[in-house]
């Protein structure tokens, strides 16, 4: 069955009353009717009927069995982290999401765990490695400047190391792409982007294809409390049911945006959709496309940035993505601000560096937006 068929039918009536949409169980605790048999909901930190329903959703369109639903994107990131022991190290691409890097950067040594950052899994050695690896960290595209990871070659090679793999598909969603069909261990997304798909709720999910991590990451999924309530497992289960659609355009818009911009004069534009970008080629065989955010350097020589940003009506300017509505915002002083200078200068997050969520709208309407911004802003 394809994608966008099983989001909308993913979820079973378990309810007897033939419910097309699969209810919310506001219930945090459930009768029992033994006192020596447990029934399967009991408490719902453990197990949520509603958020069962909504894992059920994700693992199968994952082509897995096993999803856990998070409170955020974090909780999920952070679950992944807990399978690590004191003593461990990891490798971490150097452009992942800015909470990611702050977490390694800031909570890592008092947990005596150390992290080392990789500019390109592509071309890395994974030989040579010490002993105290134990798993990598990637995203691809990355965020905010678009490098592509083959998947297949990286993971195959990290894990001839016996390396644990961990893959952050935020941008992609599993409509577009399957890490662990390539070998990665564990997928860990921002529901509140793309999935959920309307800038309304936080929510994260964790996913694996191996039954020990699974009771691992659920154990500590119980004990963290990190878990997604049962209303905001309804609107996530009801975001699945447009990824698809909503994607599909999503990406449309990016790609004409992203040619648009490229025909301007003192912009140098990112996206995988372009077919000059080093990683267009390994996106397309790995990728079902090329997602809906793109980054672009804005030349000062030319243009006024503050009046850019000012004149735009339709990209409101604020963080996230992967919601209907077009955004704009500079990495450097916003999603990457806790990044060290020297480490933004060095990856290529500079201060006229913007990234942009491009939303469902008219792509008509966008790029007129875009057109007057530059015309406004020009100096
Ligand atoms: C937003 C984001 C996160 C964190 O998710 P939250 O839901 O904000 O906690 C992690 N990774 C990526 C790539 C993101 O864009």
């Not at 894992?55 to 994952?62: I, K, P, R, Y």
């Not at 899994?121 to 960290?137: E, R």
């Not at 140098?268 to 397309?284: A, K, M, N």
């Amino acid at each position: 069955m394809e994608y966008s068929t099983k989001a909308v039918h993913g979820q079973v009536d378990d309810t007897g009353k033939g419910a097309v949409t699969y209810p919310v169980y506001l219930s945090s605790t459930f009768l029992q009717e033994d006192v020596n048999q447990f029934a399967d909901f009991v408490y719902s930190r453990s197990a949520n009927p509603t958020r069962a329903s909504l894992e059920q959703q994700v693992a199968d369109l994952e082509g897995t069995s096993y999803a856990l639903a998070t409170a955020t994107g974090m909780a999920a990131t952070a679950l992944a982290f807990e399978l690590l022991n004191s003593g461990d190290r990891i490798l971490l691409s150097d452009n992942v999401y800015g909470g990611t890097w702050q977490f390694v950067n800031e909570l890592f040594e008092g947990r005596n765990l150390s992290y080392e950052l990789v500019s390109d899994f592509n071309h890395y050695d994974f030989s040579q490695l010490d002993p105290s690896v134990k798993a990598i960290f990637l995203e691809t595209p990355t965020n905010p400047l678009l490098h592509v990871t083959d998947l297949k070659d990286a993971i195959g090679r990290a894990k001839a190391q016996g390396l644990l793999v961990i893959v952050d598909n935020t941008f992609m969603t599993s409509y577009l792409q399957r890490p662990l069909e390539f070998g990665a261990d564990i997928v860990v997304y921002s529901a509140t982007k793309y999935y959920a798909g309307h800038s309304d709720i936080l929510a994260g999910l964790v996913v694996t294809n191996r039954e020990d991590l699974y009771s691992e990451l659920k154990r500590a999924h119980k004990l963290l409390g990190a878990v997604l309530s049962p209303f905001d497992a309804f609107l996530l289960s009801r975001g699945i049911k447009t990824l698809a659609l909503r994607l599909d355009k999503h990406q449309e818009n990016a790609q004409l945006i992203a040619e648009y911009l490229a025909r301007q004069e003192g912009v140098q534009v990112y996206y995988t959709g372009l077919s000059d970008h080093p990683g267009h080629r390994i996106q397309e065989r790995q990728a079902g496309g090329h997602g809906g955010v793109l980054s672009f350097l804005l030349n000062e020589e030319v243009y006024d940035l503050e009046r850019f940003v000012k004149s735009l009506k339709l990209f409101g300017f604020a963080v996230s993505l992967g919601g209907v509505e077009s955004l704009i915002c500079r990495p450097a002083s916003m999603t990457h601000e806790s990044y060290s200078k020297d480490l933004q200068e060095r990856i290529g997050i500079y201060e006229n560096l913007f990234r942009l969520a491009v939303g469902i709208e008219a792509v008509k309407d966008l790029i007129d937006d875009l057109e007057n911004a530059f015309h406004q802003a020009r100096k």
